[in-house]
């Protein structure tokens, strides 16, 4: 009988340090995921590579209450402070970090990568911490028969493919890199879904459409952030039109630039296919996505939770427990894994520091009384729809 068990560890009011869950499906197989909290590694001097070394100091912390270790990381998501408005100046620092990623964690930590990645630049306003360059959210996975590598979580008779981020940067029948295709999004969108999703995961045996649970969606604004809405609208609709009646769970804002500085959309897909694992999704399409996808197998549902818009945290975490209840679980108390929070810039700072106060004490009174799930936050232009002030996504896992 399958059984789900999760421990979140070092709690504080509005997050855990790390939540761990310990999976028992109905063939008795035990996987064990390891989620941390976002970090950042501001304890050391304010400077990409220091940051770094201090940010994966902090994760092999978070790492260490699952017991295990950068090489079971299978997803990796890198959330950049945008350092200038100055395109020139953002592939300076993506180039400056991307050269001490993976050796820096070689060296501390002497694993080799396997996990894919997802990076971004977010907005001036950074994170909480108003110190940080950068904020990295991991995830790991150890199990019997359990693979990961490529793009992907390998379960001997079912496949959870997680590749990274892609935009339409690509080799061009000339050989020579592709990386714009002008200025309409919508053709960019499509490329992105057919060319670099849908072709090369049919090869793995993925119908792109069908078998989608999840997709995040990135739209690039600052050069332009009078069209900041156009875009994601037009983004949007795209994606509508691809994916039809098998809509995915998902969330679509507005992010500083992506790093294909010369593109304006980065996908993000989750499939899932293989004997036994299938997706019900809601029902109901809000915001262009179905509000939730679970992807069932074995006596065991992962619900992920479309991101949800608002100006009251706590009305969007009472959203997110219905989702959770309609899908089948208990709450999102209760068998919430990881809430992903956003906060939209104000005017200026003083206006998005507020904010972001506010949305942390609604935060916490949700979860006063009981230990809250893994969250990462940071500041965005926009969050899901023009009139959102904040918002927030989620996953959770029961028996079911």
């Not at 009988?1 to 999976?23: L, Q, W, Y």
């Not at 395109?87 to 002497?110: E, L, S």
């Not at 679509?252 to 036994?276: A, H, K, T």
């Amino acid at each position: 009988m399958a059984k789900v068990d999760i421990v979140r560890h070092n709690p504080g009011a509005v997050f855990c340090s790390t939540c761990e869950v310990v999976i028992t499906d109905d063939a008795h197989n035990i996987v064990r995921l390891v989620e941390p909290s976002g970090n950042v590694g501001t304890q050391y001097a304010k400077e990409l590579g220091s940051q770094w070394f201090g940010t994966i100091e902090n994760l092999n912390k978070g790492l260490a209450f699952g017991g295990l270790t950068w090489g079971d990381v299978y997803k990796t998501d890198v959330l950049w402070t945008t350092p200038s408005a100055d395109p020139d100046a953002c592939d300076v620092y993506k180039n400056d970090f991307n050269g001490v990623y993976g050796a820096m964690i070689q060296a501390v930590t002497g694993c080799s990568l396997s996990s894919n990645r997802m990076a971004r630049f977010t907005h001036a306003e950074g994170f909480p911490d108003p110190e940080a360059l950068f904020e990295v959210q991991i995830k790991a996975i150890e199990g019997h028969n359990v693979t990961i590598g490529g793009g992907k979580i390998d379960y001997g008779d079912w496949v959870d493919h997680q590749p990274s981020g892609a935009s339409v940067m690509h080799k061009g029948a000339d050989g020579n890199m592709v990386t714009t295709l002008g200025d309409d999004l919508a053709r960019e969108t499509e490329f992105i879904l057919v060319e670099q999703y849908e072709k090369k995961l049919a090869a793995q045996g993925v119908d792109f459409r069908t078998q989608t649970a999840w997709l995040e969606v990135l739209v690039a604004v600052d050069d332009d952030p009078d069209q900041t809405w156009t875009r994601v609208e037009t983004v949007r609709n795209a994606v509508a039109d691809y994916f039809g009646e098998s809509r995915p769970a998902g969330k679509i804002y507005p992010v500083s630039r992506i790093p294909n500085l010369d593109g304006y959309v980065e996908l993000e897909p989750r499939c899932v296919v293989g004997d036994g694992v299938t997706i019900d999704r809601s029902g109901e399409v809000v915001d262009g996505f179905s509000t939730w996808t679970a992807i069932r197998r074995s006596g065991v549902s992962e619900v992920i939770v479309s991101g949800v818009g608002g100006d009251n945290g706590a009305v969007i975490l009472d959203t997110i427990d219905g989702y959770v209840r309609e899908a089948g679980g208990v709450g999102l108390k209760e068998d919430g894994v990881f809430n992903n929070a956003y906060v939209v810039a104000g005017a200026d700072s003083e206006v998005s520091r507020e904010r972001l106060t506010s949305f942390n004490g609604l935060f916490s009174g949700y979860y006063e009384g009981v230990v809250p799930a893994g969250r990462t936050a940071q500041f965005v232009p926009g969050f899901m729809r023009e009139d959102c002030i904040c918002g927030i996504s989620n996953r959770s896992i029961f028996v079911g």
